[in-house]
């Protein structure tokens, strides 16, 4: 099992930055592929970026390449996301993930999930 708590979110002003932080417990942290998901409302829950087990390998939704960063703290079992330049179309929940198939994570078919943080974009 894996428990992941996310937090971070809030509401800022187009433009700024965020960072969403995601501590997980139970199962070695480090054995797990991350990603960070977001939904908005009326639309399916989409992948924003994914970061390997070991941290070296990334990915990103296109659209979002050098704004979002995803980064990870095996040693202390955070999953981070740095938000840049922040727009309003970035406004939804955003909600952290875990699985030991790097497929499986970006396909969005996560073993767990956490709770969700709502990050809102003010014009």
């Known amino acids: 099992q894996v428990e992941l708590v996310e937090s971070g979110g809030g509401l800022v002003q187009a433009g700024d930055s965020l960072r969403l932080s995601c501590v997980a417990s139970?199962?070695?942290?480090?054995?797990?592929?991350m990603g960070w998901f977001r939904q908005v409302p009326g639309k399916e829950r989409e992948l924003v970026a994914a970061i390997d087990w070991s941290g070296v390998g990334t990915h990103y939704e296109a659209s979002l390449i050098g704004r979002f960063f995803i980064s990870r703290d095996n040693a202390n079992n955070i999953l981070y996301l740095q938000m840049n330049s922040l727009k309003p179309e970035d406004t939804g929940v955003y909600y952290c993930?875990?699985?030991?198939?790097?497929?499986?994570?970006?396909?969005?078919?996560?073993?767990?999930w956490g709770q969700g943080t709502q990050v809102s974009v003010s014009s």
């Open positions: 993930a875990a699985d030991l198939n790097w497929g499986r994570m970006v396909a969005g078919m996560n073993t767990y």
């Open positions: 139970g199962n070695t942290f480090s054995d797990y592929n």
